[in-house]
């Protein structure tokens, strides 16, 4: 199979690949890389990443990571396939806020969120002690940022317009991960964000990654 | 005049901007932001960015924020004007590393470039103390991200590739800052990425960022 994705199906930023992957509707093959085996940083996989972290991804000979960068490649790569709506590779004005809100995501909704995914739902799952001080921290940060998407989101059904795009879907692995932790209340407290969330949870094309990662419960 | 830049010309953020501008050969109007004045946190301004941070951007009747999003806005709205390399609005295979080295920017050199230039360059100017712990601590993660570039342009001339890219012109804000500091030595323990920041910097597109700033000494 032409497209490889290698990581865990536990990495919010593997999961944000194989989300963008089901939108295109395009075939990938999962190669599993044991990460309590400190497999990411073996040389066989350095050589995808040299940072050594998952996901690593290889489209035939193309090898790229960073799963904002192997969306944004999917996106143009195989615009006409699938959602074709999840970029505007023809369009740079309709692509401008799409750019904007991809930007917002990494370097504001990111870090706290990230944060509290590691806190409320990482550690627990290995056996880890949550630092309640943390955790209290980055919700009042995730709160700030959240309180900008609600009036965002109280002007356009989507972040970066009338339709579901990347901008959005790079938030769905930390949203997901979220709502089963204490930190949901952030979410809740705000009409416009929680009704975003549960549209963008509710697509198909997350559906099947949570599918995806089911099939995988080591 | 249809693009306007709204910030202050010490901000990186903004000089990244006018790099990509500038290696586009387009006109811009400077819009100067009084950040000691708070002007970049009144209504105005957050009209532009509703999070409160320079630069605002204008094309038209198109408003974007985010310098890194504001960038590949340019290059692809005005992929037929002056540096035609920039990016490859035409090409998803060569695309591809681009848009992996400019996460690389964003994720891994930016956190600790930029508490680096905020601690040795911005500190002084303001008539703060610099942290020297925080400078040491910075300055170690910034040598473990710099020695994968080293490898990398080991193997290519630019990041991704043998052209210079928006991956590239990304970096130049804050190479230009610390080149000026003690963490100068961080980058010139490596051989080949002091070449490359050489080379960067020598491009006449930057050389006018550096002629702006000059211009506007407050």
């Not at 989507?158 to 990347?166: E, Q, R, S, V, W």
């Amino acid at each position: 199979m032409a497209i490889k994705v290698h990581g865990s199906v536990f990495s919010p930023a593997v999961l944000r690949v194989f989300a963008c992957l089901n939108e295109k509707d395009l075939e990938s093959e999962y190669v599993e890389i044991n990460m309590r085996a400190g497999e990411h940083k073996k040389e066989s996989f350095l050589a995808l990443n040299p940072f050594g972290q998952v996901p690593g991804f290889e489209d035939g000979d193309l090898k790229l990571f960073e799963s904002r960068a192997i969306n944004q490649y999917i996106a143009q790569a195989y615009a006409a396939k699938g959602n074709q709506q999840l970029t505007f590779v023809q369009d740079a004005k309709k692509m401008g806020p799409v750019y904007v809100w991809m930007e917002v995501e990494a370097q504001k909704f990111d870090p706290p969120s990230s944060k509290l995914v590691f806190e409320l739902a990482i550690k627990p799952l290995l056996g880890m002690n949550t630092d309640d001080a943390a955790v209290a921290e980055h919700e009042g940060k995730l709160g700030e940022v959240l309180d900008v998407y609600e009036a965002r989101l109280g002007q356009s059904k989507y972040l970066a317009g009338d339709c579901f795009t990347l901008a959005d879907l790079n938030h769905l692995p930390a949203i997901n991960y979220l709502m089963g932790t204490t930190a949901r209340k952030v979410f809740d407290a705000l009409p416009h964000v929680s009704a975003w969330c549960a549209d963008i949870l509710a697509r198909p094309a997350w559906a099947k990654v949570l599918a995806l990662q089911k099939q995988h419960p080591s």
